[in-house]
């Protein structure tokens, strides 16, 4: 069964507040959202801890990552799941996609998270990934592992991180995107928050410090050779709270789509909103929220991936286990993203 979640019926089912910060001034009674209002949304596999989960589809079916997670006091720095048709999840207990860390991670708090994995040209897979530099180990650092099969193990042979503006904070959440021009990008956020001022998410206390989310064009071959310098998209704004992150790009609709959260994760005013342009390098306009806390009986939704160019979304959101995982079908109606849920 599909229920249709706009952004209008996600807005109203935002909690106290939350609503607020995008300016509307509207009053709505028991009756506005209709049947989206008393619906809820059931996260996959049980609402295990999956967070920032991240998605790709091969002949066997559809396969997810997600952020290291502890089994038996060791951790599993990158989680697998797989399902044969997008409804049914069985998480992979025991996988770990990358088992060994590379020279340059934080041995003792490696903190792998929001790894995303696409699929070159020769049938091997890259995976971006985030994680702990032994150099400055309150930074975190994107780099790429390669594998020649999908479930690992990647290996990660650089001694220096691929991407790491130390004195900005560093760089967490990468996520690979082919064009429809077969051109190959990367999007991340500049981790500014890491050297910010204290308060929620350690960036809302002025100065704040700018997250922006940066494109980097990369080899088509390859996926990791640079081309050219990095572009930013957008960056954290007042109504955004102190961060933006968790980027994901897209083409949907006749329009690049940049999904992204704005708002700290520990908090319940964290949210899955986007951003909408006629080219892949912007500019960008934000529109959103997509999910916010309250819609679909969600708390503090966020770090949306979605298949490349297709319409299949995972993002994740507080369950009693952590942050359990959910799925939905997107489409596009003008700058507006609709959700249908599937359950």
Same mark, same amino acid.
């Not at 009693?320 to 249908?340: D, E, H, P, W």
């Given at each position: 069964?599909?229920?249709?979640?706009?952004?209008?019926?996600?807005?109203?089912?935002? $909690?106290?507040?939350?609503?607020?910060?995008?300016?509307?001034?509207?009053?709505?009674?028991?009756?506005?959202?209709?049947?989206?209002?008393?619906?809820?949304?059931?996260?996959? !596999?049980?609402?295990?801890?999956?967070?920032?989960?991240?998605?790709?589809?091969? #002949?066997?079916?559809?396969?997810?990552?997600?952020? =290291?997670?502890?089994?038996? *006091?060791?951790? $599993?720095?990158?989680?697998?799941?797989?399902?044969?048709?997008?409804?049914?999840?069985?998480?992979?207990?025991?996988?770990?996609?990358?088992?060994?860390?590379?020279? @340059?991670?934080?041995?003792?708090?490696?903190?792998? @998270?929001?790894?995303? /994995? /696409?699929?070159? *040209?020769?049938?091997?897979?890259? !995976?971006?990934?985030?994680?702990?530099?032994?150099?400055?180990?309150?930074?975190?650092?994107?780099?790429?592992?390669?594998?020649?099969?999908?479930?690992?193990?990647?290996?990660?042979?650089?001694?220096?991180?691929?991407?790491?503006?130390?004195?900005?904070?560093?760089? $967490?959440?990468?996520?690979?995107?082919?064009?429809?021009?077969?051109?190959?990008?990367?999007?991340?956020?500049?981790?500014?928050?890491?050297?910010?001022?204290?308060?929620?998410?350690?960036? =809302?206390?002025?100065?704040?410090?700018?997250?922006?989310?940066?494109?980097?064009?990369?080899?088509?071959?390859?996926?990791?050779?640079?081309?050219?310098?990095? $572009?930013?998209?957008?960056?954290?704004?007042?109504?955004?709270?102190?961060?933006?992150?968790?980027?994901?790009?897209?083409?949907?609709?006749?329009?690049?789509?940049?999904?992204?959260?704005?708002?700290?994760?520990?908090?319940?005013?964290?949210?899955?909103?986007?951003?909408?342009?006629?080219?892949?390098?912007?500019?960008?306009?934000?529109?959103?929220?997509?999910?916010?806390?309250?819609?679909?009986?969600?708390?503090?939704?966020?770090?949306?991936?979605?298949?490349?160019?297709?319409?299949?979304?995972?993002?994740?959101? #507080?369950?009693? =286990?952590?942050?359990?995982?959910?799925?939905?079908?997107?489409?596009?109606?003008?700058?507006?993203?609709?959700?249908?849920?599937?359950?």
């Amino acid at each position: 069964m599909l229920r249709l979640l706009s952004i209008a019926a996600a807005t109203l089912l935002a $909690i106290s507040g939350v609503a607020a910060r995008y300016g509307s001034d509207d009053e709505h009674d028991e009756e506005d959202g209709g049947l989206e209002k008393r619906a809820t949304i059931s996260p996959i !596999m049980d609402g295990r801890n999956f967070p920032d989960p991240a998605i790709i589809k091969v #002949a066997d079916g559809w396969h997810a990552f997600a952020t =290291n997670v502890k089994k038996d *006091g060791s951790w $599993i720095h990158v989680p697998m799941a797989k399902s044969p048709d997008y409804k049914k999840w069985t998480y992979r207990d025991g996988v770990d996609a990358m088992p060994k860390l590379a020279a @340059w991670v934080d041995p003792n708090s490696p903190r792998v @998270w929001a790894p995303d /994995v /696409v699929q070159l *040209g020769d049938g091997t897979f890259i !995976m971006y990934y985030t994680a702990a530099s032994k150099r400055q180990t309150d930074i975190h650092c994107v780099s790429w592992a390669h594998s020649k099969k999908l479930e690992g193990p990647y290996v990660d042979n650089l001694k220096e991180p691929w991407v790491c503006p130390y004195a900005t904070g560093g760089a $967490i959440d990468p996520a690979g995107y082919t064009n429809k021009d077969g051109t190959r990008w990367v999007v991340y956020k500049i981790d500014g928050n890491a050297v910010g001022h204290g308060g929620s998410c350690n960036n =809302n206390v002025e100065p704040i410090v700018s997250t922006p989310i940066m494109l980097q064009q990369v080899n088509g071959a390859d996926g990791h050779t640079k081309i050219g310098s990095p $572009i930013q998209l957008i960056k954290n704004d007042k109504a955004d709270g102190p961060v933006v992150e968790a980027p994901a790009l897209t083409y949907l609709g006749g329009k690049y789509v940049l999904f992204f959260s704005s708002n700290c994760f520990a908090t319940t005013l964290y949210d899955v909103s986007y951003a909408t342009a006629d080219h892949i390098k912007g500019p960008y306009t934000k529109y959103g929220p997509l999910f916010v806390t309250g819609t679909l009986g969600m708390i503090s939704p966020g770090g949306l991936d979605i298949a490349m160019n297709g319409d299949h979304a995972i993002w994740h959101g #507080a369950t009693s =286990n952590g942050r359990g995982s959910y799925t939905a079908l997107l489409s596009m109606k003008g700058n507006q993203v609709i959700a249908s849920t599937l359950s």
